[in-house]
């Protein structure tokens, strides 16, 4: 069974910058695309960048374009999120979570389907 641990989160100013990390079991990597999705209270969950287990290549939310940063390291079976100058909008819980198509497509489609396994999420708090 994929075990997906998310940590890095904190509280920061605006401006400031976090690195979230997500360590999974090994070689899920090599099996599935990995997504991160964040939710605010009251807002629904939004997913906001997907690194793909195909070819690594990288999307991400308009809402984080420019300011947030997704790679992996395979060996270590680890997924990172980089998030600089941050806003206080950016403050949700934030999960890491496996999505089942290799290129990434449809990471982003509402309430999608196509995820597997989550972590338990991090707090992100942004204060202005």
């Known amino acids: 069974q994929v075990q997906l641990v998310e940590s890095g989160g904190g509280l920061v100013q605006a401006g400031g910058s976090l690195r979230l990390s997500c360590v999974a079991s090994e070689f899920t990597l090599n099996h599935y695309s990995i997504a991160w999705l964040r939710q605010a209270p009251g807002k629904e969950r939004e997913a906001v960048s997907c690194i793909a287990s195909a070819d690594g290549r990288t999307y991400y939310a308009d809402s984080v374009m420019g300011r947030f940063t997704i790679s992996r390291d395979v060996a270590q079976s680890t997924v990172y999120l980089q998030l600089d100058s941050l806003k206080p909008e950016d403050t949700a819980i934030y999960y890491c979570?496996?999505?089942?198509?290799?290129?990434?497509?449809?990471?982003?489609?509402?309430?999608?389907?196509?995820?597997?396994?989550w972590g338990p999420g991090t707090q992100v708090t942004v204060s202005s």
């Open positions: 979570a496996t999505f089942f198509i290799d290129s990434c497509a449809g990471y982003n489609k509402r309430a999608s389907p196509l995820y597997h396994s």
